[in-house]
């Protein structure tokens, strides 16, 4: 079961609390050895290297990538009415967040003239992950998609993994989600293949190259996004799922421990971690894992995740320390379940996402809190931020100057271009006031 470390008493400090925080080893030498030849078979091969990669990793012969409308609509329609109304209220959660993160415009006039306008433009086309494998992700449907329309991307296209038990197909709830959100550019496609269809695009399939691609994977599809990054924009590092909880005596012990093991059910390389300045919480939350992780449905995949190196309940001297180790941790979802959240809050930098409070449990922000789920893993959340409008919109400087405006600046202008021996720079601005040019230009 869960490892149980007592930090009490040892001199941590920022500089050395890094070297107490659990964290998975990826393997990232052998899967990007791995990643870059699928890539480059991909790009090299186009349809008939994703035809054998799907027999190879997804067990799914003569692949046919391609889905059509009718498929979309048959699967909509077939949708249970009770999912159906859960998705739809996701969607509408997290477009309404999305769009009110949306960023203003700004112009910045000068009083001698002259004026900067940043604005935010969206990309043109944007490709959308979908995992599969061990669960079926229509919340991942939802916040891809959402984040991409609310920023206004007028092209989006799905691939998510075809599936053995639906023959070949996408799983029918990641196309009924697909159809309810109005995203009909669907590709049967899964892995680090898929990431790269996505870059380089794929003649055959008339699937052109995407700007920026997002969305949650393994480790072989962050690998491959990252591989890719540069030839296209990628969301945050999305691997596998992470949680730490920062919990003082005040905590429920069974609402700690259930929280743990929703994230622990995802994959076996999943992160759970408890953070605390209490024993006696971090005893009964471990009785409480030991009894929900042989009782969950998932009980192999919790009980292997939970055992891992990367999962531990610590307990340390104080909340200060917990911080210290959140921080360094820098978890995709940190819940704050204390006393008094609101003194440690300005102090966590480093979080994907951060849940306060016993009644704000990582699941909702799963599906319908309306936040996104898309969040940075593996200690990116230390310099990356989650999935939003912004991954998906690129900033403009509109710069507007005439005549008198740039006259207040050409001395400095022509003095910096000289320093720097670009005099060619200060000759441009020159030009634009000798006598012989006035009047060439309206």
Same mark, same amino acid.
């Given at each position: 079961?869960?490892?149980?470390?007592?930090?009490?008493?040892?001199?941590?400090?920022?500089?050395?609390?890094?070297?107490?925080?659990?964290?998975?080893?990826?393997?990232?030498?052998?899967?990007?050895?791995?990643?870059?030849?699928?890539?480059?078979?991909?790009?090299?091969?186009?349809?008939?290297?994703?035809?054998?990669?799907?027999?190879?990793?997804?067990?799914?012969?003569?692949?046919?990538?391609?889905?059509?409308?009718?498929?979309?609509?048959?699967?909509?329609?077939?949708?249970?009415?009770?999912?159906?109304?859960?998705?739809?209220?996701?969607?509408?959660?997290?477009?309404?967040?999305?769009?009110?993160?949306?960023?203003?415009?700004?112009?910045?006039?000068?009083?001698?003239?002259?004026?900067?306008?940043?604005?935010?433009?969206?990309?043109?086309?944007?490709?959308?992950?979908?995992?599969?494998?061990?669960?079926?992700?229509?919340?991942?449907?939802?916040?891809?998609?959402?984040?991409?329309?609310?920023?206004?991307?007028?092209?989006?296209?799905?691939?998510?993994?075809?599936?053995?038990?639906?023959?070949?197909?996408?799983?029918?709830?990641?196309?009924?989600?697909?159809?309810?959100?109005?995203?009909?550019?669907?590709?049967?496609?899964?892995?680090?293949?898929?990431?790269?269809?996505?870059?380089?695009?794929?003649?055959?399939?008339?699937?052109?190259?995407?700007?920026?691609?997002?969305?949650?994977?393994?480790?072989?599809?962050?690998?491959?996004?990252?591989?890719?990054?540069?030839?296209?924009?990628?969301?945050?590092?999305?691997?596998?799922?992470?949680?730490?909880?920062?919990?003082?005596?005040?905590?429920?012990?069974?609402?700690?421990?259930?929280?743990?093991?929703?994230?622990?059910?995802?994959?076996?390389?999943?992160?759970?971690?408890?953070?605390?300045?209490?024993?006696?919480?971090?005893?009964?939350?471990? %009785?409480?894992?030991?009894?929900?992780?042989?009782?969950?449905?998932?009980?192999?995949?919790?009980?292997?995740?939970?055992?891992?190196?990367?999962?531990?309940?610590?307990?340390?001297?104080?909340?200060?320390?917990?911080?210290?180790?959140?921080?360094?941790?820098?978890?995709?979802?940190?819940?704050?379940?204390?006393?008094?959240?609101?003194? %440690?809050?300005?102090?966590?930098?480093?979080?994907?996402?951060?849940?306060?409070?016993?009644?704000?449990?990582?699941?909702?922000?799963?599906?319908?809190?309306?936040?996104?789920?898309?969040?940075?893993?593996?200690?990116?959340?230390?310099?990356?931020?989650?999935?939003?409008?912004?991954?998906?919109?690129?900033?403009?400087?509109?710069?507007?100057?005439?005549?008198?405006?740039?006259?207040?600046?050409?001395?400095?202008?022509?003095?910096?271009?000289?320093?720097?021996?670009?005099?060619?720079?200060?000759?441009?601005?020159?030009?634009?006031?000798?006598?012989?040019?006035?009047?060439?230009?309206?």
């Amino acid at each position: 079961m869960i490892r149980l470390t007592d930090l009490r008493g040892l001199n941590i400090t920022p500089g050395s609390v890094t070297s107490f925080v659990p964290r998975v080893s990826l393997g990232s030498a052998d899967v990007h050895e791995v990643v870059d030849e699928l890539l480059h078979a991909v790009r090299q091969g186009g349809l008939s290297a994703l035809v054998e990669q799907a027999a190879t990793f997804d067990g799914v012969d003569n692949l046919d990538p391609r889905t059509t409308g009718r498929e979309l609509s048959q699967a909509a329609s077939g949708l249970d009415k009770t999912l159906k109304a859960a998705i739809q209220e996701s969607i509408r959660r997290v477009r309404l967040a999305s769009e009110d993160s949306l960023p203003a415009g700004a112009t910045t006039q000068f009083h001698t003239g002259g004026s900067v306008t940043m604005r935010h433009v969206p990309v043109e086309r944007a490709g959308v992950y979908v995992p599969g494998g061990k669960a079926v992700y229509p919340s991942s449907v939802i916040m891809n998609v959402v984040a991409a329309q609310a920023a206004g991307v007028k092209e989006i296209v799905l691939v998510s993994p075809p599936q053995a038990d639906h023959g070949g197909r996408i799983h029918p709830t990641i196309l009924a989600t697909a159809e309810l959100l109005g995203v009909s550019e669907v590709f049967a496609l899964g892995g680090a293949g898929a990431i790269a269809a996505l870059a380089w695009g794929v003649p055959e399939l008339d699937l052109a190259p995407v700007s920026v691609i997002t969305g949650p994977g393994n480790q072989y599809v962050a690998a491959a996004k990252r591989a890719v990054r540069g030839v296209v924009g990628i969301d945050s590092e999305a691997g596998p799922s992470e949680i730490a909880i920062i919990a003082d005596s005040t905590a429920h012990p069974e609402f700690v421990a259930a929280d743990l093991v929703s994230q622990a059910e995802h994959d076996e390389l999943a992160s759970v971690v408890l953070i605390t300045d209490s024993w006696e919480l971090a005893e009964r939350v471990a %009785l409480s894992l030991e009894r929900r992780a042989a009782e969950a449905e998932n009980s192999d995949r919790v009980h292997r995740a939970l055992e891992g190196e990367q999962s531990a309940l610590i307990v340390c001297d104080s909340l200060e320390h917990s911080v210290w180790l959140s921080n360094a941790m820098a978890p995709e979802h940190l819940q704050v379940m204390v006393a008094k959240p609101d003194k %440690l809050l300005p102090h966590l930098t480093n979080a994907g996402a951060i849940f306060v409070g016993n009644y704000t449990p990582v699941s909702a922000g799963d599906y319908a809190a309306g936040s996104n789920h898309v969040l940075p893993t593996h200690g990116t959340a230390a310099f990356s931020s989650g999935l939003s409008p912004m991954t998906f919109l690129k900033t403009q400087q509109i710069v507007d100057y005439d005549q008198e405006a740039l006259s207040h600046i050409a001395t400095h202008v022509e003095n910096f271009a000289r320093a720097e021996n670009l005099p060619a720079h200060a000759e441009a601005i020159a030009v634009r006031f000798r006598s012989e040019n006035d009047g060439e230009v309206g």
